[in-house]
């Protein structure tokens, strides 16, 4: 290895190499992702942010949010339940059937439907006790379940995939988590003065939270007594005397974070989806 | 006569056996034409590793307590983490690394550094980039990828300054007068090539023309890995290849064996960045591969951990055994070819998908970065200073004792910054995957090993602060003397400026 052409022309085909398999393949596979149309809505996933929103991202990522919070839930991996959809009314035949395949309260069961009747099975064992149970008016379903801690700590109902990310400039995976998940914050119902209020002192509404407060993006005014407050101002209890109203940046910051929402229900990543009495009612009709 | 340490002028050059001081350059002069170039390398990186520290230090601090200097949006921590990130990586591993470099091409080569003033000009433009860099990070313009924080015009004047640093890195290998290329040049030599590669590839589609959704994140990856992988690693191996045999008087113990090590980096290495995804939202065959390559990757860290073992082992019979420890030099380095190979170790375990969905997202991917940048490649880099700094000036280190603090302050530092951010990372992931540990519970258990990563952090500080302070010293003993003749040539009052200062 003493000629050092010969190193170069090595050392080139490593850069060659690392440039089809790291680079070029992924751009063929995932690069030119599209939108899709939900089966079950008809609207096309993912829908591009609002414009306060699409500046909030701007915010978090000026913020370095990333560097505590992840965006991205981990899904090690699915079983399957059993759902009894519907007793119908032949309850002593079910509960016949149902001690049969060992089930033990079954007669609770009957009368809770719909209900989840069993859990951790294979496709294969759920559709077999499933196809016993349906039986005349009586109907079970087998149930797809998502695992992992992630969906366990409620972090999402499904696996974040390529699909959740396309409209994401800069994609803020983040890669620790001093802080909770984040890819499902816009379907956990926090009202966003709460959400303001978090950012402005975390420990108010979180007393042991680790995150450290985001003041310098709200407006801070003494304010006398029964003077009238702002409409956006946070609530007179978290500093006694003052108003603290957001600045635009913090408002959009919110906006950015209730936009965050990765649970449609993907044919790559479907979200579990239990049967519901009214769903039941409605394809059992046309039926006979 | 007992081993001289190697900080010293005193050890003999012609040590290494093959220099016919005849025909080729000089070693002095050699060391004169990379006096000025590197002494400006050198200072700047030292300066952004004592600011990058003390940045780290800061966002550890925040770790304890969120409200400490919360009220200034340039110090949140946000910010801090990813500038102090930045100016370690492109201020001090890269710009040290880069001087380094120079240096090792120009001494294997028997060859003078060429284009010297551009190497000047690229010093200006490297460390004016760095600068607006971290300020623009600290000020919120940044790009929101790891390690590539830097805004877009900062990305092209540090590619621009690379390439001039490049050219003559490249140049003085090609006016190489030795014919046996050895195993540093290889090493140097690839990663004169991957870095601009890498860095403007990364550049073009994260940040000028950014590719859509998830793919960013495969490229981010790709970046970060191959930026330890392919361009800092390959510098600290040729420290260590160079030193390691130099400094214990022994030839290397194999070129194949190195050789082999060499191609296995380069073809397999590569690859191995993506192991932060598995499980993520990209085609399982990606981290896959990645996990695929950082268990080969094991091979070419072995071989080329038995290498070195080998060679040090012949240097016992000889007069150099205990060189280690009388050498400051060879202490490092023994540290960082330990700390390479731990890392090595650590990063395949970490890629296995079952330790990833524990490891990943904690403090134990901090540690291994930490492991690597300040254990491995900061170590052999401080090595490398330590030796090649005083044949550059021609000036001993003041003080030798203070390398030794130097050596003990940053070794602790790093095992309780590794370690504890280590065990911790692992605890906190094993929380993480039990779901009945809530959440909040999981954070709180971090904080008292992020404490023990703090004192490892200040440990490092201080350390850094010890070299900072004993290379100053040597400055000044090394320009009294210009002082003097310029002063007695201006004004004739030579003999009188400085009274009593050299005793």
Redesign the interface.
């Given at each position: 290895?003493?000629?050092?052409l010969l190193?170069?022309f090595?050392?080139?085909?490593?850069?060659g190499?690392?440039?089809w398999?790291?680079?070029l393949a992924?751009?063929v596979?995932?690069?030119?992702?599209q939108p899709v149309v939900l089966e079950t809505t008809g609207e096309t996933y993912p829908a591009p942010r609002s414009g306060l929103a699409q500046q909030g991202a701007d915010i978090y990522?000026?913020?370095?949010?990333?560097?505590?919070h992840?965006q991205?839930v981990?899904?090690?991996g699915v079983n399957f339940e059993v759902w009894l959809a519907d007793s119908g009314s032949a309850w002593p035949q079910l509960a016949a059937t149902m001690d049969r395949l060992k089930i033990s309260d079954a007669d609770k069961f009957i009368t809770q439907a719909p209900v989840k009747i069993l859990g951790g099975l294979t496709m294969l064992e759920a559709s077999g006790i499933a196809s016993q149970l349906t039986n005349g008016e009586a109907k079970a379903s087998v149930v797809l379940a998502t695992l992992g801690?992630d969906i366990?700590?409620g972090w999402g109902k499904r696996?974040?995939?390529?699909?959740?990310?396309?409209?994401?400039?800069?994609?803020?995976?983040?890669?620790?988590?001093?802080?909770?998940d984040l890819s499902n914050y816009g379907t956990r119902a926090v009202p966003a003065a709460l959400a303001l209020q978090h950012l402005y002192s975390?420990?108010s509404t979180?007393p042991?939270?680790?995150?450290?407060?985001?003041?310098?993006l709200f407006n801070k005014r003494q304010i006398a007594e029964g003077q009238k407050r702002a409409a956006n101002a946070l609530p007179a209890t978290v500093e006694p005397g003052y108003e603290i109203t957001p600045t635009p940046e913090a408002e959009a910051l919110v906006a950015y974070l209730m936009s965050l929402n990765a649970s449609a229900s993907l044919a790559e990543a479907p979200v579990p989806a239990p049967p519901v009495k009214s769903a039941i009612a409605a394809p059992a009709a046309p039926a006979p | 006569m007992s081993a001289p340490s190697s900080t010293s002028l005193q050890e003999t050059e012609a040590s290494g056996g093959v220099c016919n001081a005849d025909e080729h350059d000089s070693v002095a002069e050699i060391d004169a034409s990379c006096r000025w170039p590197l002494l400006l390398l050198f200072t700047s990186g030292i300066l952004w590793l004592v600011l990058g520290t003390v940045l780290a230090l800061i966002a550890a601090i925040k770790l304890h307590k969120g409200d400490f200097l919360a009220d200034t949006s340039w110090l949140t921590l946000g910010r801090i983490r990813p500038a102090s990130m930045n100016a370690v990586l492109y201020g001090f591993s890269s710009q040290v690394g880069i001087g380094v470099a120079l240096w090792l091409m120009c001494r294997l080569g028997h060859v003078k550094l060429a284009f010297q003033w551009p190497v000047i000009v690229a010093w200006k433009l490297w460390n004016a980039a760095v600068t607006i860099g971290v300020v623009a990070i600290l000020a919120g313009a940044t790009t929101g990828f790891e390690w590539l924080e830097m805004p877009r015009g900062v990305a092209g004047m540090l590619f621009v300054a690379y390439a001039l640093f490049g050219i003559s890195l490249v140049a003085t290998f090609a006016m190489r007068r030795e014919s046996e290329v050895f195993p540093s040049q290889w090493y140097l030599l690839a990663a004169a090539f991957w870095f601009p590669w890498i860095y403007s590839a990364a550049s073009y589609l994260l940040i000028v023309d950014p590719v859509r959704g998830a793919l960013q994140a495969s490229i981010s990856g790709w970046f970060t890995g191959n930026l330890v992988t392919l361009w800092l690693t390959p510098i600290g191996l040729a420290g260590i290849f160079y030193f390691l045999p130099r400094l214990s008087g022994q030839p290397l113990h194999s070129r194949e064996l190195a050789s082999f090590g060499f191609w296995v980096l380069l073809f397999v290495g590569n690859f191995g960045g993506l192991t932060g995804l598995i499980g993520g939202p990209v085609p399982k065959w990606m981290p896959a591969v990645s996990t695929a390559a950082n268990v080969c990757l094991l091979v070419a860290v072995i071989s080329n951990a038995w290498n070195w073992r080998e060679t040090c082992r012949a240097s016992c019979t000889t007069s150099h055994r205990n060189a280690w420890k009388t050498d400051s030099v060879l202490r490092f380095i023994f540290f960082g070819a330990f700390a390479y190979l731990v890392h090595g170790v650590i990063a395949a375990l970490m890629s296995m998908p079952t330790v990833a969905s524990v490891t990943n997202f904690t403090y134990a991917v901090v540690a291994r970065n930490n492991l690597v940048l300040h254990g491995f490649v900061g170590m052999v880099l401080f090595g490398c200073l330590y030796y090649i700094i005083p044949r550059l000036v021609q000036v001993n280190w003041p003080s030798e004792s203070s390398i030794r603090a130097h050596f003990l302050c940053s070794a602790i530092g790093v095992l309780l910054l590794s370690l504890g951010l280590g065990i911790g990372g692992v605890l906190q992931g094993l929380k993480l995957a039990n779901a009945s540990v809530p959440f909040m519970d999981v954070v709180r258990g971090t904080v008292p090993f992020v404490g023990l990563s703090t004192l490892g952090v200040l440990l490092l500080l201080i350390g850094q602060l010890l070299f900072l302070s004993n290379y100053l010293k040597l400055l000044r003993a090394f320009a009294e003397p210009m002082v003097r003749a310029v002063c007695s040539v201006c004004c004739g009052c030579g003999s009188t400026a400085k009274p009593g200062v050299r005793s």
């Open positions: 290895m003493n000629n050092g190193l170069f090595g050392i080139f085909l490593s850069l190499g690392s440039f398999a790291l680079l992924p751009q596979q995932i690069g030119r992702a990522r000026a913020q370095g949010c990333v560097e505590c992840s991205q981990r899904q090690s801690p366990q700590r696996a974040t995939v390529t699909q959740d990310y396309l409209y994401d400039n800069p994609v803020q995976l983040g890669s620790l988590r001093i802080g909770p975390p420990q979180m042991k939270s680790m995150m450290p407060p985001y003041r310098y | -």
